[in-house]
């Protein structure tokens, strides 16, 4: 099974079209009608690696917390 493209034939029917011939090294987002789903070149925004120092700090500094609420915790008999 094949998919075709069909387009109006102008009085109101369609007609079945091939597909558009693309050259060997031609990107196909060029063959695309609307520029709305034409990907831009953009880095991911959303993306800031944190620098291996700081991800240390912040793991020490989550466990030392847990350490010090936990035998808080345990030596005034809050959880005992």
């Not at 079945?16 to 609307?34: F, M």
């Amino acid at each position: 099974m094949s998919l075709q493209l069909h387009r109006p034939d102008g009085s109101g029917g369609l007609v079945p079209a091939p597909p558009p011939s693309r050259g060997r090294g031609e990107d196909w987002r060029n063959s695309l009608r609307s520029p709305r789903w034409r990907v831009a070149a953009l880095r991911n925004t959303e993306m800031n690696p944190t620098s291996t120092v700081a991800a240390v700090f912040f793991w020490a500094g989550l466990a030392f917390l847990t350490l010090v609420l936990l035998l808080w915790g345990y030596g005034t008999h809050f959880w005992h």
